[in-house]
């Protein structure tokens, strides 16, 4: 089963939703779970049961942060699981805890690696019983880090924001133009916001578009292609294998049965 919540209206320009997962697998039936790439940050809290990546033996801490990513993943479980996650824009990282996104972009690590509180979070976010519990501790440790927000900054988070709604050609100079920075100023503070290059980033954002586009019922492919930004359907079959690790095709019929959690369906 799972859910989204929405934040608090003064975490909202930094978290997306909360998110509540929970299932059974076993050992005659492992419950897998497909990661693609994908442009936001993500705190993941297992508070009850593990995952393994798949082909390995070890398995994944029960708190971790997880950075940009731009290839899929697979994880599977032989027992109940609850997990609990909370989706930021990539350049939460940045203003919340003063460390460029782009240090995260590729990894996922435990908090302490990064100077955060792990103790804190580990008793009382894995120690919560409900999703309000949970809600509540995780924004009693975030709002603390929310600092004032200078306009340039500003601007660039209201850009970044924006870009998973827009589609079409969307040249460097002109990005760089609205927020009133020059190309190279802006390419730099561009990647420590969000992980990746500025064409980088763009091809997820055409990529995730495509991704709610396919989840809707009656969809082909080609209108998912032309609708989402990209030149040919070419193009669109080749960053999808990429990042899915699967063709469009295939995703839309498993999209209900391995990929678990993905997206807000809002």
Same mark, same amino acid.
């Given at each position: ?31 897998? !779970? ?11 809290? &297992? /508070? ?39 989706? *930021? ?17 590729? #990894? &996922? ?15 009382? *976010? ?18 603390? /880090?929310?600092? %004032? ?15 998973? %709604?827009?589609?079409?050609? *969307? ?29 980088? /980033? ?28 990209? #030149?040919?359907?070419? %193009?669109?079959? !080749? ?6 690790? *699967?063709?469009?095709?295939?995703? !839309? ?14």
């Amino acid at each position: 089963m799972y859910k989204t919540f929405q934040p608090s209206p003064i975490l909202r320009p930094f978290v997306r939703f909360y998110w509540q997962y929970e299932g059974i697998g076993s050992v005659q039936k492992p419950y897998y !779970h497909r990661s693609m790439a994908d442009s936001g940050v993500e705190f993941i809290f &297992h /508070y009850k049961g593990t995952f393994r990546p798949e082909g390995l033996q070890e398995v994944d801490p029960t708190i971790l942060l997880y950075g940009p990513s731009l290839k899929p993943s697979r994880f599977f479980t032989t027992e109940a699981f609850g997990i609990f996650g909370v989706y *930021m824009y990539p350049y939460a990282v940045q203003q919340l805890f003063n460390i460029p996104t782009s240090d995260l972009a590729l #990894y &996922h690590v435990e908090p302490f690696q990064l100077g955060l509180p792990q103790d804190f979070l580990e008793d009382e *976010m894995l120690g919560a019983k409900t999703v309000s519990d949970r809600i509540s501790t995780i924004e009693s440790f975030l709002i603390p /880090y929310l600092v %004032h927000i200078d306009r340039e900054t500003f601007r660039l988070q209201t850009l970044i924001q924006s870009l998973e %709604h827009r589609s079409g050609k *969307m040249p460097l100079t002109r990005l760089a133009d609205e927020v009133h920075l020059s190309p190279r100023s802006f390419q730099r503070k561009f990647k420590s916001f969000t992980g990746f290059s500025v064409k980088t /980033y763009l091809r997820l954002m055409r990529h995730q578009r495509a991704i709610q586009l396919l989840n809707q019922s009656a969809c082909q492919l080609t209108s998912v292609a032309y609708q989402a930004g990209y #030149y040919d359907q070419a %193009h669109f079959i !080749h960053d999808f294998r990429t990042f899915t690790g *699967m063709n469009p095709r295939a995703y !839309h019929r498993q999209q209900t049965q391995d990929l678990g959690y993905l997206n807000d369906p809002h």
